[in-house]
């Protein structure tokens, strides 16, 4: 009896000892303006072992109840927020202040975290947020991510992105243009994704129509990435290979990679051609290769929490041949006996591209942010067509453009931005350029031709809130200096554009919205040397042509309810002084060039949907309708587009199915073929994906070309077919391996800057 009385007294000894006691760990979220901070993400962990995490309240507050005593690493994070890591030791109750600095007010405020992200979108003036599920958060690469967006059109496999109508966008990271390569981004840091679809005319210079904004959390221990990926088609068509490799922490990042993309294309040209009282008939066979290499490295350097420096270094190169053999048969009304030939093209491009770009943002204070950035890039291009025409009773034709152009600019950016006590934002900056191009034209006569232009662009922008309306105005100044041979040149163009945004709840929006820029001529456009070397066509650019000035004015409905989000508007567009394309008979030969014309009005409805399916994905439909009003007609036509991406287990089922069956110009009319796409992705395991992807599904690459201007005598019609374009399967892989180098101890991990330290009560 006694020995069991020792043993329940010794077994009590040894339990009580170990029952740990535990605490409440209470604490307050607030900004540098005095705000709290709703729905911050609070982790709290120990040995890098989660031990718990909570949301902030809407008054900011947070509070685990129970709590085991010893040292922990609390970690507050919001994506309009710069994060807080600090290591705390826990031996009572304890009641915390946390103070957390913004990212950037160029990021949209108006966003709620809850469990189910991807069913939460808010807008504002500024555009839209939307959240990644936890699927897409889970993805290989930031390009498979960011396919569940339903603003943006993602290729993950050829790694392109653009704007759901096809408009080029601009990446911006943590409200930054740092001009880094995507590859590096892991989806799993991506807290929001603001699509800014009417952005200020800060970005309306490089002729961005929209931004994207990807809200990253912070690096808070050394870590290392490896992205490998390569498509192929299975005979080797096409193919795109991709290799990166970064490393850093929460000070420093640095990368490497290059990618390959290479093409090998095979067509069947059907032309017909009435010049004045010419005609001629010819049938092509085209072949032609492409490849294209990108190589850099770049990073970024963070030495504290007021300033940031990115860089990024690149060179690419681009070369192409082609080779095309035909036949045809020209003819006279005059004489009505055509004349058989043989022809053969030769075609042969080569570019070469040498880009720095240098970037520092410097955190003066909590209201006042200012940053500068340095390009510069040189392009040299060398090109090389020749036609040769052999026929009977002894025709011949022969002609060559060959062309050696070097193109160069150079440019400097200052920003600076002030938040006020209201939290509304005033900014103004400046973009000072200078480009250079010269054209030598190598043919039988020896020509050259040049152009410079300084370009000085000053901008002022304001943007702010009052319950629930909120709005954007800014506007800016282009002062250009042109030099086009021996003319000279200055004009200035004003650029404005305009957001005012209404919430009526939380499911319901409507915003108005305005722009006005200016789009320069391309410098194909301004060389006045002829660049064809067809028979019965001349193409040569105007060296006196004017940048043209577009005018948009719509009104954008949203509604964000449960698992849809639907985007309605409709948009006005006026187009002043574009170049459009002219022509002019002389000798039974066209001559195509280019002047302002006075106008033309666009009026686009249209309409995007997604639905998200719950634990199986989303899918997405977007259309609409483009009537264009032209001085000498006026026509319109649909297009629609259906993109879906579904999941099940390790597979994710990814298709497109892109409908727009005509498109027009004024003295033109083109037809298209149904763009159909789906793809298959395996994640085999944690680091592989393996994946499939099948292009021209409903019908192969085919399109249709008409010209037809009936006051100067002249029509063409070109039907052009690609045969290897129909079911092309390409295979691949990706491989993503993600070290996290063991970190620095805890106690060095607190931030030092005072605007965000962590404060105890």
Same mark, same amino acid.
């Given at each position: 009896?006694?020995?069991?009385?020792?043993?329940?007294?010794?077994?009590?000894?040894?339990?009580?000892?170990?029952?740990?006691?535990? #605490?409440?760990?209470?604490?307050?979220?607030?900004?540098?303006?005095?705000?709290?901070?709703?729905?911050?993400?609070?982790?709290?962990?120990?040995?890098?072992?989660?031990? *718990?995490?909570?949301?902030?309240?809407?008054?900011?507050?947070?509070?685990?109840?129970?709590?085991?005593?010893?040292?922990?690493?609390?970690?507050?994070?919001?994506?309009?927020?710069?994060?807080? /890591?600090?290591?705390?030791?826990?031996?009572?109750?304890?009641?915390?202040?946390?103070?957390?600095?913004?990212?950037? !007010?160029? @990021?949209?405020?108006?966003?709620?975290?809850?469990?189910?992200?991807? @069913?939460?979108?808010?807008? @504002?003036?500024?555009?839209?947020?939307?959240?990644?599920?936890?699927?897409?958060?889970?993805?290989?690469?930031?390009?498979?991510?960011?396919?569940?967006?339903?603003?943006?059109?993602?290729?993950?496999?050829?790694?392109?992105?653009?704007?759901?109508?096809?408009?080029?966008?601009?990446?911006?990271?943590?409200?930054? !243009?740092?001009?880094?390569?995507?590859?590096?981004?892991?989806?799993?840091?991506?807290?929001?994704?603001?699509?800014?679809?009417?952005?200020?005319?800060?970005?309306?210079?490089?002729?961005?129509?929209?931004?994207?904004?990807?809200?990253?959390?912070?690096?808070?221990?050394?870590?290392?990435?490896?992205?490998? &990926?390569?498509?192929?088609?299975?005979?080797?068509?096409?193919?795109?290979?991709?290799?990166?490799?970064?490393?850093?922490?929460?000070?420093?990042?640095?990368? /490497?990679?290059?990618?390959?993309? #290479?093409?090998?294309?095979?067509?069947?040209?059907?032309?017909?051609?009435?010049?004045?009282?010419?005609?001629?008939?010819?049938?092509?066979?085209?072949?032609?290769?492409?490849?294209?290499?990108?190589?850099?490295?770049? *990073?970024?350097?963070?030495?504290?929490?007021?300033?940031?420096?990115?860089?990024?270094?690149?060179?690419?190169?681009?070369?192409?041949?082609?080779?095309?053999?035909?036949?045809?048969?020209? !003819?006279?009304?005059?004489?009505?006996?055509?004349?058989?030939?043989?022809?053969?093209?030769?075609?042969?491009?080569?570019?070469?591209?040498?880009?720095?770009?240098?970037?520092?943002?410097?955190?003066?204070?909590?209201?006042?942010?200012?940053?500068?950035?340095?390009?510069?890039?040189?392009?040299?291009?060398?090109?090389?067509?020749?036609?040769?025409?052999?026929?009977?009773?002894?025709?011949?034709?022969?002609?060559?453009?060959?062309?050696?152009?070097?193109?160069?600019?150079?440019?400097?950016?200052?920003?600076?931005?002030?938040?006020?006590?209201?939290?509304?934002?005033?900014?103004?900056?400046?973009?000072?350029?200078?480009?250079?191009?010269?054209?030598?034209?190598?043919?039988?006569? &020896?020509?050259?031709?040049? #152009?410079?232009?300084?370009?000085?662009?000053?901008?002022?922008?304001?943007? *702010?809130?009052?319950?629930?309306?909120?709005?954007?105005?800014?506007? *800016?100044?282009?002062?250009?200096?042109?030099?086009?041979?021996?003319?000279?040149?200055?004009?200035?163009?004003?650029?404005?554009? +305009?957001?005012?945004?209404?919430?009526?709840?939380?499911?319901?929006?409507?915003?108005?919205?305005?722009?006005?820029?200016?789009?320069?001529?391309?410098?194909?456009?301004?060389?006045?040397?002829?660049?064809?070397?067809?028979?019965?066509?001349?193409?040569?650019?105007?060296?006196?042509?004017?940048?043209?000035?577009?005018?948009? /004015?719509?009104?954008?409905?949203?509604?964000?309810?449960?698992?849809?989000?639907?985007?309605?508007?409709?948009?006005?567009?006026?187009?002043?002084?574009?170049?459009?394309?002219?022509?002019?008979?002389?000798?039974?030969?066209?001559?195509?060039?280019?002047?302002?014309?006075?106008?033309?009005?666009?009026? @686009?409805?249209?309409?995007?949907?997604?639905?998200?399916?719950?634990?199986?994905?989303?899918?997405?439909?977007?259309? +609409?309708?483009?009537?264009?009003?032209?001085?000498?007609?006026?026509?319109?036509?649909?297009?629609?587009?259906?993109?879906?991406?579904?999941?099940?287990?390790?597979?994710?089922?990814?298709?497109?199915?892109?409908?727009?069956?005509?498109?027009?110009?004024?003295?033109?009319?083109?037809?298209?073929?149904?763009?159909?796409?789906?793809?298959?992705?395996?994640?085999?395991?944690?680091?592989?994906?393996?994946?499939?992807?099948?292009?021209?599904?409903?019908?192969?690459?085919?399109?249709?070309?008409?010209?037809?201007?009936?006051?100067?005598?002249?029509?063409?019609?070109?039907?052009?077919?690609?045969?290897?374009?129909?079911? %092309?399967?390409?295979?691949?892989?990706?491989?993503?391996?993600?070290?996290?180098?063991?970190? %620095?101890?805890?106690?060095?991990?607190?931030?030092?800057?005072?605007?965000? %330290?962590?404060?105890?009560?």
């Amino acid at each position: 009896m006694r020995f069991f009385v020792l043993l329940s007294l010794l077994i009590t000894l040894c339990v009580v000892p170990c029952k740990a006691q535990t #605490y409440a760990l209470q604490g307050m979220v607030t900004d540098t303006l005095k705000q709290t901070v709703e729905n911050a993400v609070i982790s709290l962990s120990r040995n890098d072992t989660l031990v *718990g995490s909570c949301l902030t309240d809407a008054k900011g507050i947070y509070l685990f109840s129970e709590v085991k005593a010893g040292k922990y690493v609390l970690s507050v994070s919001h994506f309009n927020y710069r994060p807080l /890591v600090e290591a705390i030791e826990l031996n009572g109750n304890k009641n915390l202040n946390h103070v957390i600095c913004p990212i950037s !007010q160029i @990021n949209l405020d108006d966003v709620v975290v809850t469990a189910d992200r991807s @069913n939460v979108i808010r807008s @504002n003036a500024m555009g839209t947020t939307f959240h990644l599920s936890a699927r897409a958060r889970k993805s290989r690469t930031v390009y498979n991510a960011l396919q569940e967006i339903p603003l943006l059109q993602v290729d993950p496999i050829k790694r392109t992105l653009s704007a759901i109508d096809g408009s080029d966008v601009v990446v911006l990271i943590n409200g930054m !243009q740092t001009e880094a390569s995507l590859e590096t981004i892991d989806p799993t840091d991506i807290e929001a994704v603001e699509i800014i679809d009417n952005p200020p005319v800060k970005y309306m210079k490089d002729g961005f129509s929209q931004v994207i904004n990807l809200k990253l959390k912070r690096k808070e221990r050394n870590y290392q990435q490896l992205n490998l &990926s390569t498509s192929q088609h299975v005979e080797l068509q096409t193919g795109y290979t991709s290799g990166i490799f970064e490393t850093g922490n929460q000070k420093y990042s640095f990368y /490497v990679g290059c990618n390959w993309f #290479y093409n090998r294309d095979s067509g069947i040209d059907r032309n017909f051609q009435r010049s004045g009282i010419t005609e001629r008939t010819q049938y092509w066979d085209r072949y032609s290769r492409m490849s294209n290499y990108v190589t850099g490295f770049g *990073g970024d350097y963070l030495p504290n929490e007021k300033n940031y420096l990115s860089y990024r270094f690149q060179y690419s190169s681009y070369k192409t041949r082609g080779t095309h053999d035909g036949t045809g048969e020209i !003819q006279s009304e005059e004489d009505n006996q055509p004349v058989a030939y043989t022809a053969e093209q030769r075609v042969k491009d080569y570019s070469q591209s040498y880009v720095g770009y240098v970037y520092h943002r410097w955190n003066m204070n909590e209201r006042n942010t200012f940053e500068q950035s340095l390009k510069y890039y040189y392009t040299p291009t060398t090109a090389r067509n020749r036609n040769t025409e052999t026929g009977d009773a002894g025709y011949f034709y022969f002609n060559e453009a060959n062309n050696d152009v070097h193109q160069q600019e150079a440019s400097y950016n200052a920003y600076f931005m002030h938040t006020m006590e209201n939290k509304n934002v005033w900014s103004a900056g400046s973009n000072l350029s200078y480009l250079s191009s010269s054209i030598d034209n190598l043919s039988a006569v &020896s020509q050259s031709f040049d #152009y410079r232009k300084w370009n000085e662009y000053l901008y002022l922008s304001y943007s *702010g809130s009052w319950k629930n309306l909120s709005y954007m105005a800014s506007a *800016g100044a282009d002062l250009i200096f042109n030099k086009t041979e021996q003319v000279k040149d200055h004009y200035v163009r004003l650029k404005f554009a +305009g957001n005012m945004h209404y919430r009526f709840n939380k499911a319901n929006s409507l915003r108005f919205f305005t722009n006005g820029y200016t789009s320069t001529p391309s410098i194909s456009l301004l060389n006045p040397y002829n660049t064809s070397t067809d028979s019965l066509q001349i193409v040569k650019g105007n060296p006196e042509l004017k940048p043209s000035y577009i005018t948009n /004015v719509g009104l954008n409905y949203q509604l964000y309810k449960g698992r849809w989000f639907l985007n309605a508007g409709i948009t006005y567009i006026h187009e002043k002084d574009m170049p459009n394309i002219v022509g002019v008979m002389s000798d039974n030969v066209y001559t195509r060039t280019y002047e302002n014309k006075d106008k033309q009005h666009t009026l @686009n409805p249209s309409l995007n949907m997604r639905y998200n399916i719950p634990k199986w994905g989303n899918i997405s439909l977007y259309g +609409g309708y483009r009537h264009v009003y032209w001085e000498t007609r006026d026509k319109g036509w649909f297009y629609t587009q259906l993109q879906w991406m579904l999941y099940y287990k390790q597979f994710t089922w990814t298709g497109l199915v892109n409908v727009q069956p005509y498109t027009y110009s004024e003295f033109g009319k083109n037809k298209n073929y149904t763009n159909t796409q789906t793809a298959l992705y395996w994640n085999v395991s944690r680091n592989w994906t393996l994946f499939a992807d099948l292009r021209y599904i409903a019908q192969r690459a085919e399109f249709d070309f008409w010209t037809n201007n009936e006051k100067e005598q002249y029509y063409s019609h070109i039907n052009r077919t690609f045969p290897d374009r129909h079911f %092309r399967l390409e295979i691949g892989f990706q491989l993503t391996l993600r070290n996290k180098v063991k970190g %620095r101890k805890t106690e060095k991990l607190q931030i030092q800057d005072p605007s965000v %330290r962590l404060l105890q009560e």
